[in-house]
């Protein structure tokens, strides 16, 4: 009986691991009588991107049939119908050459991409405040999940929801999220201002203190915004690795 497909779903994502970074997408073909098959395409490297790992993962209704390791160059099936079809696979030369190729085409690529765009993003401090003038200050939350997510505004240490608003959690559309939060108020000389961001994907709080100048060891990972004229402020330190998925930005205006 043949099979008819009714939905597909394809997902990217960028997440990172212990080992380093890993970029995968995710492709889910629904058939009419209850069957599911799952593509998935990992990729993973380290900060170098030279030490490549290329995976590509056939799933038939949550069970593992097949696995392309670019370490071995070749297929290897799970039980009889995976062996059979990784035997298949294997002897197809013309598509073990296109595996071998997708390591430079999918995999360094997509990771020169991210490194350009997202890990090697350098903040600029734009123009000073002046003290004792209305003032409004921007902190948006990037390419976060799950959803769950807390942004606050400290004035000298101390939680402050005086003149405090912000949007819902808006969906990126890619499983990610973003949330903005805004502060008006009047600087005064001395006064230690900050947006703090708590999140499941950190062990502790990440702060942000307005008016610092980044330090070389603080940067912005996996997350695309910013830019010359939009930032005044600091990117929080990053504490753990599991913290890489928030980008938390600070913006004067």
């Not at 401090?125 to 003290?131: A, G, H, I, Q």
């Amino acid at each position: 009986m043949a099979l008819s497909t009714t939905y597909f779903l394809s997902v990217p994502h960028c997440i990172t691991t212990w080992k380093g970074i890993q970029l995968s997408k995710l492709y889910i073909y629904f058939f009419s009588g209850g069957y599911q098959f799952q593509g998935i395409v990992d990729c993973e490297y380290d900060d170098t991107i030279d030490n490549m790992i290329y995976f590509v993962k056939n799933i038939f209704n949550q069970k593992l049939t097949t696995i392309y390791d670019s370490r071995v160059q070749k297929y290897v099936g799970f039980e009889e119908f995976g062996i059979r079809n990784a035997d298949r696979y294997n002897s197809q030369a013309w598509k073990m050459a296109i595996r071998k190729a997708e390591v430079e085409t999918i995999c360094r690529y997509s990771a020169r991409f991210f490194k350009l765009s997202t890990l090697e993003r350098i903040v600029r401090l734009t123009k000073p405040s002046r003290y004792g003038e209305p003032s409004m200050l921007e902190c948006s939350v990037l390419g976060f999940y799950p959803q769950e997510v807390r942004v606050s505004w400290l004035r000298d240490g101390l939680e402050t929801t005086t003149a405090v608003t912000s949007t819902d959690t808006l969906a990126n559309g890619d499983w990610s999220y973003q949330l903005h939060s805004y502060l008006e108020f009047r600087p005064r000389r001395g006064e230690s201002v900050s947006c703090m961001v708590e999140h499941p994907s950190l062990d502790e709080p990440l702060e942000v203190v307005w008016g610092e100048r980044p330090g070389e060891e603080r940067e912005c990972c996996c997350g695309l915004e910013g830019g010359e004229d939009s930032w005044n402020g600091n990117v929080g330190e990053r504490g753990t690795e599991r913290g890489r998925n928030i980008l938390l930005i600070v913006v004067f205006s």
